[in-house]
């Protein structure tokens, strides 16, 4: 199994940047295609944004494109999730995942793989 460890979550001021980490372990990182998810208080988990194997293809949600840009680290083991001009609908735990194969890069079914979330908070 792969193993996700997310980083970096936090409070912001609205209009505010944060950027969130993801390492992994137990597999050959650059096998697999990448996302982020978010799960508001209440709400239902949605997609964030996802990132190919050769970091080729990206996908966004329509909430957050423009603001987000998902990149990868192969060597590093890494992803992240650059976010600039938060705003207070942002705030969720941010979750990232790995997929070995995209059928539908947006659908939480393609992952395989979760990390346990981390929290972003945006004040107003």
């Known amino acids: 199994q792969v193993q996700l460890v997310e980083s970096g979550g936090g409070l912001v001021q609205a209009g505010g940047s944060l950027r969130l980490s993801c390492a992994a372990s137990?597999?050959?990182?650059?096998?697999?295609?990448l996302g982020w998810f978010r799960q508001a208080p209440g709400k239902e988990r949605e997609f964030v944004a996802a990132?190919?194997?050769?970091?080729?293809?990206?996908y966004y949600a329509d909430s957050v494109k423009g603001r987000f840009t998902i990149s990868r680290d192969n060597p590093k083991n890494t992803v992240y999730l650059q976010m600039n001009s938060l705003k207070p609908e942002d705030t969720a735990v941010y979750y990232c995942?790995?997929?070995?194969?995209?059928?539908?890069?947006?659908?939480?079914?393609?992952?395989?793989?979760w990390g346990r979330g981390t929290q972003v908070t945006v004040s107003s």
């Open positions: 995942a790995a997929a070995p194969r995209f059928s539908d890069a947006r659908a939480a079914y393609d992952y395989d793989y």
């Open positions: 137990g597999r050959t990182f650059s096998t697999y295609n």
């Open positions: 990132i190919s194997r050769s970091s080729i293809n990206t």
